[in-house]
């Protein structure tokens, strides 16, 4: 039979064998400071023998408790005492207070049975991965399972010794949070097969460390995610989960089957295409088949584009996915068609152009379009389209930097939307580039800066690898006075063949020199 000895005011010393098991009643025991003590306990006859305890004081506390098995068979049994004392002594220090001490051991009854070393060695066991202060007092209140679940220590060796401690305590805590102790099996032979399936080693961690443990790794099974990435390895796996971690959260039939098939059929079939997308922005699939169908049903109906076209322009930029419909799309596609754009002028604009639909209209692009109307360009008109369009990819800061660099050489404001016309590229370019560009125009080929006027793709070019490789090849040949756009503009194998002939040429030429002199 089970009896319990309650102390008011106190706790018992720590679990003890008995070689019997007693009929214990309660009683309250009243030591020489009016506490309460064991010294009457420990001359107590149960059935002729004695209780042999060492005598104790105890400071006051709210009360105590002492488990005891009792059976007829007066030769087996046992006594287990916990001594609550020494434990939120011990909890204390870790910033467990004494009612979430109370509420461990009601939680967690089996933390009772335990040693206070065999606590103090899960406790340091724990702290190894990096589980300190609030990590480890929310640890041992929220999950004090966790004190005594074998499950554990595997777990914990395995972080500790196999992957270098390196799993971030963040994720570690949220793992033995948000876990059940039993799905803590086999974490180690997951991991493996992630790496058994081409996860590199040195990305293993960052996987581990921004995926969701109990969702990618502990509730799947073994088999779940072998085939999760026997579906992903057709379109790139390894780059997918390390580029994405999370995308091993999600679950294979409801999830990622289903959106990942949307996009194939969107494409017509093309699973290289497909893969494209995913390997370009995987943060795709978390994105519900529901949500994609509505961006490509406003796509197909508000603008009229076909579903080869809207898959082209997910393609090169996915991120129109998580551009709001009403907010972003819709207004700037509205620009396009005041400004003269038809479906087919939209669809080539939004290929060429696609972070159009992603720049912040107040912070970004309300800017650049004041600076261009500034210049010169007219609003709502094709020319502004294609202007807006290049300064997508640049800072308003640069433009301005680029604008005044052109004025600084003597451009006015029409020579810049001129050049622009024909090069809208030029307003993009870092302006420390282009000043470099324009200074050897100058100063090495001895031309006018005003030269730019009829060839601004000039500004595009590499300086070193092509325009004064290909300057100073023909310079030697024929001399200065040759046009830049021909000079820049050939093709590299074509002017390899130039170079050559022209080689030949001038050889001959020097020999037939060397033979009349």
């Not at 995926?211 to 999760?228: D, F, G, H, P």
Request: hydrophobic share 40%; glycine share 6%.
């Amino acid at each position: 039979m089970v009896a319990t000895l309650a102390f008011w005011h106190t706790h018992l010393s720590p679990p003890r064998e008995l070689p019997f098991m007693p009929k214990v009643g309660s009683f309250t025991c009243i030591g020489p400071h009016g506490h309460p003590s064991l010294f009457d306990l420990a001359k107590t006859d149960f059935g002729g023998r004695k209780l042999l305890l060492s005598v104790k004081w105890y400071r006051p506390l709210r009360y105590a408790s002492i488990g005891c098995t009792a059976s007829s068979n007066s030769n087996h049994g046992s006594i287990c005492i916990n001594d609550f004392g020494a434990l939120l002594s011990f909890f204390q220090e870790m910033g467990v207070n004494e009612k979430e001490t109370e509420a461990v051991l009601d939680k967690n009854p089996d933390v009772r049975l335990l040693s206070l070393e065999s606590i103090r060695c899960r406790i340091h066991l724990l702290q190894s991965v990096g589980l300190n202060g609030l990590a480890l007092s929310r640890l041992i209140t929220k999950r004090p399972d966790m004190l005594t679940a074998q499950e554990v220590n595997s777990l914990i060796h395995f972080l500790h010794d196999d992957l270098g401690n390196e799993v971030e305590a963040e994720q570690v805590e949220r793992l033995l949070i948000g876990t059940e102790p039993t799905f803590l099996m086999h974490f180690d032979a997951k991991v493996s097969l992630l790496l058994d399936h081409g996860i590199p080693k040195k990305k293993i961690v960052h996987v581990l460390n921004n995926a969701n443990l109990s969702k990618a790794i502990c509730l799947k099974s073994v088999e779940e995610i072998q085939r999760t990435i026997s579906f992903l390895n057709r379109f790139g796996a390894v780059e997918i989960i390390v580029k994405r971690p999370p995308t091993l959260n999600y679950d294979l039939d409801s999830q990622l089957i289903p959106r990942i098939g949307f996009l194939r059929d969107l494409s017509g079939g093309d699973e290289e295409g497909t893969g494209g997308v995913l390997r370009r922005m995987p943060a795709i699939l978390s994105y519900t088949v529901k949500h994609m169908e509505d961006h490509v049903e406003f796509l197909r109906s508000f603008v009229g584009l076909t579903n080869e076209e809207i898959f082209r322009i997910i393609l090169v930029f996915p991120s129109i996915m998580s551009a709001s419909r009403e907010r972003k799309l819709r207004p700037r596609i509205n620009f396009l068609k005041q400004c003269g754009l038809d479906a087919e002028d939209i669809y080539r604009f939004l290929t060429k152009s696609p972070l159009f639909l992603g720049l912040s209209f107040k912070g970004n692009l309300c800017h650049k379009l004041s600076l261009l109307v500034k210049i010169g360009y007219v609003h709502r008109t094709k020319d502004m389209v294609m202007a807006i369009g290049a300064v997508t990819r640049t800072s308003c800061e640069n433009l301005q930097k680029v604008i005044g660099l052109f004025l600084s050489y003597g451009f006015c404001s029409d020579d810049i939307v001129a050049m622009s016309r024909k090069h809208p590229q030029i307003l993009q370019y870092n302006p420390n580039s282009l000043e470099e560009k324009m200074e050897y125009l100058i100063e090495e080929m001895g031309r006018e800066v005003g030269e730019l006027l009829s060839f601004p793709a000039f500004l595009g070019y590499n300086l070193d690898n092509r325009i004064k490789h290909r300057y100073e090849v023909k310079k030697k040949i024929i001399g200065e006075d040759m046009s830049i756009n021909k000079l820049l503009a050939v093709s590299t194998e074509r002017f390899s063949r130039t170079k050559k002939r022209l080689a030949q040429a001038s050889s001959f030429l020097d020999g037939g020199n060397t033979t009349m002199s």
